[in-house]
C-alpha cells in the first residue's frame, strides 16, 4: 500500500476524545422521512449550515468555466435542455464497484460494508480479515486489485446487453476515487488497482459508440461511518485506522468539526469539477446525500460548471439526482437543470403510471447493488418485466450490475445481460425512441398475468404481451370506433414474418396468433400496430422519489 502524503497531516485540526453520530441536517422545508412519509430530503448527507456552505464555496479556486449558465436556478432554468438522445436510449447500464467488492459481504452490507465493519459486521470482519486495528477498511484497498479487469471486453458485453449508456461508479460513500485524482491521494491511480478505472472505461465505451457517464455517492461520506462505542474506544485507544492522523481525512471520522465539514464540501466540488473536466461525462450523476436544500450553491456551482463546459465541447450532458435536489420547490415534479432518478422500479418507490419527464430508474441485477458472495441474480424475463413496465411508462431504465474486486463480472450477471440484449435484438424497435401513449397497459398485474405494455413512435403502436396469448390475442384498449383510424389496420409480429389476421370489435382488436413463434423468444412478444390515429398522454400522474 501506498503511504498517503503527510503534507495530509497539515489539513487535519485537532481530534476529538470521541466520534459521535453527526445531528441530523436541517431539512429547510423539505418533507422529512418517516413511516409514513417516504421521502428522503438527504438524510445522510452532512449536516451543514448556510455559513458552512458559504465558506465552503468560498474556498474553491477553481474559476467558474466562461459560458451563458450562472450558479442560480433562474440561470439553469433558462440555458438548460434534456439532451436529445436521453429520452431515445431506453436502457443503461449503472454498477457499483470498488473496494467494498473486496469483502463480498452480503446482504445486509455488500457496498455498505465500510458502514456495517465498524457496527454489527465488526466479527465477521475480524473472523475473516483480522483485528480491525491492524486490518481497517483502507487495509483493503490493496485487495480491490482489478487484476482481471477488461475495460474492452465490459464495453463489448455492455454493447452486447443492448445499452445506450454506461455509468461506473466514480465515488461511493467510501470517499475512494476511482480515477486518477490531483484532488484526491486516495485513489484507483495511486491505490489498490493502480489504474484509471474511469478513464479506461471511458474509452473503451465510447469506442463502442455508447454514452458515457459517472455516478458521485460521496456527500455521504462525512456521516457514513458511525463506529460503535466499542470499537470506538478500541480504535481510539490505539490511535489505529479511523484515528490514524494521515487516514483521518479518508474517513472523516475522527475530525467532524466546521472546519472538517468546509473542507469536505469544497473538495466534494473540486472532485466534480475534476471529473467534469478529465472525463467529460455525459451524465453525471448524485445520490441522496446532495438533496439538502443547504447545499445549493455548491451544487449550483457544479452544474453551471458542468453546463458551460458541455457547451465549449459541443456536447448534450446533464446531470441526474434524486428527489428534490434540483427541485428548490421541493416538488419533485419541477426539477430545474437535472433528470429525476427513481431507486428501484415500480410503487412503492418508482412511478406507478405514466409520468411526464424527463426520468429514470436505477434497479440491481442482483440480490445486492455491490457483489457479495451467494447473491441472486435476476433472469433477463425478469429485467424485461421492468424495463418494458419502466419505458411505458415513459421513463429510462438504469440496470445496475455488479462486479467482483478483480474485475470480473460473473457469469450469472453476463447471461442475464446477454439475455437482455437478444431480446432487444429482436424487438428493440416497440423500445428505443419510442414515447407514451393514452395509457401504460392493460391486463392483469398479478404474477403470471397476462398483460400488454404499450409505446409508440408516432402512429406506430406497439402492444408487448407478457407471454404468449395463445391462438388470439385481445387488445381491449382498441375497441371499434374507439381510436380513429388513418386508414386499414396492420399487425405485425416482431420477429416474424408477414402481417397477421386482426379484427376490430365492441370488445377490441383481436390477432390471430401465428402457429410458429419467433425463434429465441420465451416471453414478452411484441406487436407492430398501424392504421391508427394516436395520442399521447397530454398529463399523467406524478409519483414521488420515495426513500432509498
Known sequence: ??????????????????????????????????????????????????????????????????????????????????PSWFDDSKFGIFMHWGIYSVAAHGPSAAEWYEKHMYAGDA????????PIETVGYKNLIPLFTARNWDPDAWATLFKKAGAKFVVPTAEHHDNFANWDSQVT?????????????????????????????????????????????????????????????????????????????????????NRNLELIDKYQPDILWFDNGVNLRVLDPLKLRVAAYYYNRA????????ISTKFNAYAPSNDDTKQIGSILDFEKSGPPRGPKDIRPGPWMVDDPIGS???????????????????????????????????????????QAQQDTLLGIGAWLDRNGEAIYGTRVWTKFME????????????????DTLYAISSYWPGDTAVITSLPKDAVPTTGPIKVELLGHDGALEATQDATGLTIKMPGDRPAGEVSFYAFKITGFKLQAAASAPTVSVAKN
Open 368 to 410: 445486492t447493488w455491490g457483489y457479495s458472495t451467494g447473491m441472486t441474480v435476476a433472469s433477463p424475463a425478469a429485467v424485461l418485466t421492468k424495463l418494458i413496465d419502466t419505458v411505458s411508462k415513459g421513463g429510462v431504465y438504469l440496470l445496475n450490475i455488479s462486479p467482483m474486486a478483480d474485475g470480473t463480472i460473473p
Open 311 to 318: 457547451k465549449t465541447w459541443g456536447k448534450e450532458v446533464s
Open 123 to 130: 466479527a465477521w470482519h475480524e473472523q475473516n480479515f483480522g
Open 1 to 82: 500500500m501506498k503511504i498517503v502524503p503527510a503534507l495530509l497531516l497539515l489539513a487535519l485540526t485537532t481530534l476529538p476524545l470521541a466520534a459521535a453520530a453527526p445531528p441530523k441536517p436541517d431539512p429547510m422545508g423539505a418533507p422529512v422521512h418517516s413511516a409514513t412519509n417516504p421521502y428522503d430530503y438527504g438524510e445522510m448527507g452532512p449536516p451543514a449550515t448556510p455559513a458552512i456552505v458559504a465558506a465552503a464555496d468560498k474556498a474553491v479556486t477553481v474559476p467558474m468555466a466562461p459560458g451563458p449558465v450562472e450558479a442560480t436556478w433562474d440561470s439553469l432554468q433558462k440555458n438548460y435542455t434534456t
Open 443 to 458: 391486463g392483469g398485474t398479478g404474477r403470471g398475468a397476462l398483460n400488454y405494455h404499450f409505446t409508440t413512435k408516432g
Open 185 to 269: 491521494p486516495f485513489n484507483a491511480k495511486r491505490m489498490g488497482p493502480m489504474r484509471d478505472l474511469i478513464g479506461d472505461l471511458a474509452v473503451a465505451v465510447r469506442k463502442q459508440g455508447l454514452k458515457f457517464g459517472v455516478s458521485n455517492h460521496g456527500m455521504e461520506n462525512f456521516t457514513f461511518v458511525v463506529p460503535s462505542p466499542a470499537i470506538d474506544a478500541r480504535l481510539q485507544a490505539a490511535k489505529a485506522d479511523l484515528y490514524d492522523p494521515v487516514w483521518a481525512p479518508f474517513y472523516n471520522v475522527a475530525d467532524r468539526s466546521d472546519a472538517a465539514m468546509t473542507r469536505f464540501l469544497t473538495d466534494w466540488v
